[in-house]
């Protein structure tokens, strides 16, 4: 059980405090709820560039990270398709740092031509180093376009293209922060060696002057459901072929998230895992293969992905896991069920240890509508049952659901 | 109505002082020293068994990691199905790892299952089968990961980077090779677990919630071999640095250029590795380091570069890491060495010390911050036969050190034309 308070600003900032006396610590996780998915689709990779702007200085302060340093703190961030997250730890005492640091960054940026300029020559280097100078680097740049047709998932997070991100400018940047990032769009959580009262203190006073803004309210086209498979072949020269097929699931919210997610534990988490074991220990047809799923807030995609042993056909590679599929219909054990169960739970507890994923964690709740929903996480996978699974199989792990990517080994 | 001033930072506390959780040390059966840190709010418990089992203890490399990676697929009374299907049964986490001196199991478990867990643990430990079917498997799945590890610029310069600092030869130069693949048997394997995975040989840390009920099962239970002969020898030898310090490994399609530049260092049991470790974190060990904000920050040429001191058993290195666009590759090669230089020819004004230092003692903090990573911290000085003392003393030169003790180290051992510089990928 996570204990919290929570509070809100007159402006909409939502603060909310988790105590814990046992660490040194305190850690701050803001999210602002902007991602991908809000993106202009002529100007991809913009929120995670953005990302990076929110380190070139803000209005009063010119560096973020030195005066964070100086007092012992260490930050970081992340940018999904649905929000960018950013999180910091420090001693305990120095917190009013972070709130000053913070504060002034939700206030205003700097938007200096320099922190533009650089940041998207590292954004580019980013997009090289992990996208296009990795054996397989670039599968989610063609497996998102495949799977989505209207929905801006159909892009991933770095952008479609360097072209995309060599082109922006500051009038964009500008643009995107008064449309986004806002006290009235942001989650604040703090967790570890702090006080609520201190903390409702110390947010009035740095965060309390801060206006509201408008949030754009562009509405994202949500995807049509699938009516038939979809099918890509890239030829790459890599050293063995490999299979992606992407399920539609139900996005985050919804009644069978926490059943398809079960699914793909059953699948292809761990050793003993379906696919796994028969697949890769018994028939030999794969060198190793894995489920899991994207987790997002609209429509998301379970994924099964596995690098085929030589001599084997992409046919057959398919067929072998769609009768993995076909046979989790036939005969799914309560036992089975149970030890997925249980992983779920070992997961969520070894997840939860640190004050930061904490944070993490309780904003990422409160945006989907009430953080307390983080202590009936464990309570909702316990709840599914065999049923349930067999159901959501038929449902969802069909032919005419998949996006197939073939990834074609090739000679150099 | 306090007036904000949001120009100024707030009042801030130096660190003075860090808790150091020290662990409570067990033998069982009268060889095997446990270490025990009892930490943490979280019925949880991480185990991990720590042998001298490392690839140095082996002519052909890969016999240490592959006698590791077999221990969890099949015992004498367990098939490789059922030890994966209990381990996930009870929802715990089996990690296997072998480097170069030490080869582990780390047993990640929640509480309530520690006993059934443990039996586990102690089975793939004590009685591994080695079977041949699931070798071959095993084999065929790591070729195929060698092969796609090839393709990556940052493999080849760590590859050849080892080479040319300790030499092709060196236990700790020596790189696996694909037809080192063909060379592994089950009997090899099972030698060598016979000769290393014994009681005299190993280390135990336990972290989390400790009760006295897990430290009697694991008196109980935890019974390692000690009936066989036992030898942790190794063939020494000296290491023999290649005579060219430029090295090239051209990958024609590469759009980004892997860049080691270093050399071989001292380790943890040298008197200046403190001091050396907070220079380094000047350089490149940090995100406002040096290198992060000249190459990253400045100019733009790199996702991310950083530099590390690290420990090996009978060695140490020195190396910075980054991956550039490939046709940045010489500039950032230039920048690089820029920086070495600046570190020797100015001393480190007192605005950048006072931060790193405050910055790394917020590092100390964080490093014992939690079970989990108390235990990290403590493997990180029992590997190398020291205990705590050693960050006590650390923390003693973080804070008396000052920029001309810095010059001198930069002067003594980060001199550039004493650096081996490879570059794997196009320029």
């Known amino acids: 059980m996570i204990n919290f308070d929570k509070f809100e600003l007159d402006n909409g900032l939502r603060v909310i405090v988790h105590a814990d006396n046992t660490t040194p610590l305190a850690a701050i996780n803001i999210l602002y709820q902007v991602g991908a998915r809000n993106e202009n689709p002529n100007r991809t990779g913009f929120a995670h560039l953005f990302e990076h702007l929110m380190f070139g200085g803000s209005i009063n302060v010119p560096s973020y990270d030195e005066p964070l340093q100086w007092v012992g703190g260490e930050n970081n961030a992340f940018t999904t398709n649905d929000i960018t997250n950013y999180h910091l730890s420090l001693p305990a005492e120095n917190i009013e740092t972070a709130f000053w640091l913070e504060s002034d960054r939700m206030l205003s940026l700097a938007f200096t031509d320099k922190s533009l300029e650089v940041q998207r020559s590292v954004v580019i280097e980013e997009f090289r180093q992990r996208y296009l100078n990795q054996p397989y680097g670039d599968v989610w740049l063609h497996l998102r376009p495949l799977a989505y047709k209207v929905h801006p998932y159909k892009w991933a997070t770095i952008g479609v293209s360097e072209e995309h991100i060599s082109g922006v400018k500051m009038q964009d940047v500008k643009d995107f922060f008064y449309s986004w990032y806002a006290p009235n769009n942001a989650i604040m959580v703090v967790t570890g060696n702090v006080k609520t009262e201190e903390i409702k203190r110390l947010a009035q006073k740095w965060f309390g002057d801060i206006p509201r803004r408008n949030i754009s309210k562009l509405e994202i086209p949500q995807e049509p459901e699938q009516i038939e498979t979809r099918r890509l072949v890239l030829e790459r020269p890599v050293p063995m072929d490999a299979i992606y097929i992407a399920f539609k699931m139900p996005g985050r919210m919804a009644a069978d998230y926490k059943t398809v997610d079960i699914i793909s534990d059953l699948l292809g988490n761990g050793k003993s895992s379906r696919l796994f074991r028969t697949l890769v220990m018994e028939k030999k047809i794969f060198g190793d293969i894995e489920s899991y799923i994207t987790g997002c807030i609209d429509t998301g995609l379970l994924i099964i992905e596995g690098r085929i042993n030589p001599d084997i056909s992409f046919e057959q590679a398919e067929s072998e896991v769609f009768k993995i599929l076909n046979e989790l219909t036939e005969d799914l054990s309560e036992t089975e069920l149970e030890k997925v169960k249980n992983k779920a739970e070992a997961t969520l507890v070894f997840g939860y240890i640190d004050i930061l994923n904490k944070a993490t964690g309780l904003a990422f709740f409160e945006m989907m509508g009430d953080a307390n929903l983080i202590n009936s996480e464990l309570e909702e996978y316990q709840s599914v049952t065999v049923k349930d699974l067999k159901i959501a199989i038929k449902k969802y792990l069909k032919i005419e659901n998949a996006s197939i990517l073939n990834y074609k080994s090739i000679k150099n | ?427």
């Open chain 2, 1 to 427: 109505m306090e007036i904000l001033n949001r120009n100024k930072a707030p009042d801030f506390r130096l660190i003075d002082k860090i808790n150091i959780n020290t662990p409570k040390i067990y033998k069982i059966h009268e060889t095997i020293p446990v270490y025990v840190l009892n930490a943490g709010t979280e019925d949880v418990i991480r185990m991990e068994v720590v042998f001298n089992a490392g690839s140095k203890f082996s002519e052909i490399p890969l016999v240490a990691a592959f006698t590791n990676m077999m221990l969890n697929e099949g015992t004498h009374s367990r098939t490789s199905k059922q030890l994966a299907e209990e381990f996930d049964y009870y929802g715990s986490y089996l990690q296997l790892s072998a480097d170069r001196d030490f080869a582990e199991a780390t047993l990640y478990t929640l509480g309530k299952h520690f006993d059934k867990t443990l039996d586990l643990l102690t089975d793939i430990i004590l009685n591994p089968s080695f079977p041949d079917d699931e070798l071959s498997v095993l084999l065929d799945n790591k070729r195929q990961r060698y092969q796609i590890d090839e393709q990556k610029v940052k493999t080849l310069s760590a590859k050849k980077f080892n080479e040319v600092i300790f030499g092709k030869e060196h236990f700790y130069g020596r790189n696996a090779e694909l037809s080192h693949y063909n060379l592994i048997g089950s009997q090899q394997l099972k030698d060598f677990h016979k000769r290393l995975y014994h009681k005299n040989n190993c280390n135990v840390i336990i972290s989390g919630k400790i009760t006295d009920d897990v430290l009697k099962r694991l008196e109980s239970n935890f019974k390692v071999c000690d009936k066989v002969d036992f030898d942790n020898s190794f063939l020494l030898q000296t290491t023999q640095p290649s005579s060219d310090k430029k090295h090239y490994v051209e990958k024609a399609d590469a759009v980004q250029s892997s860049i080691r530049i270093g050399k071989p260092l001292i380790n943890k049991h040298h008197e200046d590795y403190a001091g050396v470790q907070i220079l380094n974190t000047i350089l490149g060990g940090y995100f406002g380091s040096r290198l992060m904000s000249n190459l990253r920050e400045d100019k733009g040429f790199t996702y991310g570069v950083g530099s590390a001191i690290a420990s090996l058993k009978d060695a140490g290195y020195f190396t910075t890491v980054c991956e550039v666009g490939a046709e940045s590759t010489n500039l950032a090669i230039t920048e690089i060495y820029k920086e070495l230089s600046r570190l020797i020819d100015e001393k480190v004004d007192n605005e950048e010390l006072g931060r790193v230092k405050n910055y790394m003692l917020g590092e100390f903090v964080r490093m014992f911050d939690g079970p989990f990573a108390q235990s990290d911290a403590l493997r990180s000085v029992i590997d190398f036969d020291m205990d705590e003392k050693y960050f006590e003393n650390y923390l003693t030169v973080l804070k008396n050190i000052t920029p001309s003790d810095l010059q001198n180290l930069a002067g003594k051992y980060f001199q550039p034309d004493t650096m081996y510089e490879v570059v794997a990928g196009k320029m």
